[in-house]
């Protein structure tokens, strides 16, 4: 398969898809915003994401990002239950982790990659809990933190996105994720959001 063909996910028609996990680091809030503002009210799944932040500063990316997405936007806190049509942004310095039942965890445990939060966790606890059910999406960003990640969720049957390196604002996160060879989609940033809606509005049970 040639970097920028994309393959349907083999599933079955009863799976559904119940969580989608969106990564990003340097220009990310900018993709952020296009994706989150992509997805509708109502959206029937939660989505988790880990963004690189400045941990010296109180950080207003819950309240950026909720001003153009229909969906609630918060921090995600420790313990609390992801519910459909909510994104949960990990907050700086702290590692983000979702067990099987959509619980939430923090965890200041050390530095993947030298980052906190760290994409390669959150999408090996999503691979982990959700499986086949899970939807990765690597957006712009420099460093490799998610590739690990992205060939744990395709390991366990689920679906990877990436935002074209060719067009990324930092290339550095979706190339690597590409060159995994774990990535379903490689998609031009406006496109993303459309892909995500369609995968899963056509597996809703």
Do not use: W
Request: a negative charge; proline letters at 7%; one cysteine or more.
């Amino acid at each position: 398969m040639s970097q920028h063909e994309s393959r349907p996910p083999e599933t079955g028609p009863d799976d559904r898809y119940d969580i989608v996990a969106i990564a990003s680091s340097a220009g990310g809030i900018r993709a952020l915003n296009q994706v989150l503002s992509g997805l509708p009210r109502g959206f029937p799944v939660p989505v988790l994401v880990v963004q690189h932040l400045d941990p010296r500063h109180e950080t207003v990316i819950a309240d950026v990002l909720g001003r153009r997405s229909a969906l609630r936007v918060k921090l995600a806190a420790a313990d609390e239950q992801a519910t459909p049509g909510t994104v949960y942004v990990a907050p700086p310095n702290q590692h983000l982790l979702v067990g099987a039942n959509g619980d939430l965890t923090l965890s200041n445990s050390e530095l993947v990659h030298f980052v906190r939060p760290s994409a390669d966790l959150l999408f090996e606890s999503v691979a982990g809990a959700y499986g086949a059910r899970a939807i990765a999406c690597v957006l712009t960003g420099s460093g490799s933190d998610g590739a690990m990640g992205v060939s744990a969720v395709k390991s366990r049957g689920g679906t990877v996105i990436a935002e074209d390196p060719e067009s990324a604002e930092f290339k550095g996160m979706p190339e690597a994720a590409v060159d995994t060879g774990s990535v379903d989609f490689v998609l031009p940033l406006d496109e993303i959001a459309a892909v995500i809606r369609a995968l899963v509005e056509s597996r809703k049970s």
